[in-house]
């Protein structure tokens, strides 16, 4: 059994399936990449959307079409 971690001590932390799945743990951290980017509120939704993903593909190498 794993141990709970608070917000901060878990971000960034490679503790995900790996298999491409859009589970809890990518939520979580796609909400705190929202939140980094500067949305609140409902745009901070864990939801992609093409601006805050497309910040994401400038930071990683992809690019959104």
């Known amino acids: 059994m794993g141990t709970a971690t608070d917000d901060r001590s878990s971000y960034g932390r490679n503790d995900h399936a790996n298999d491409g799945s859009f589970g809890s743990t990518t939520v979580q951290a796609y909400r705190k990449w929202q939140l980094r980017c500067g949305y609140s509120g409902k745009d901070a939704d864990s939801i992609p959307g093409k601006d805050s993903l497309t910040r994401l ?5 992809f690019t959104v079409k």
């Open 57 to 61: 593909g400038k930071k990683y190498g």
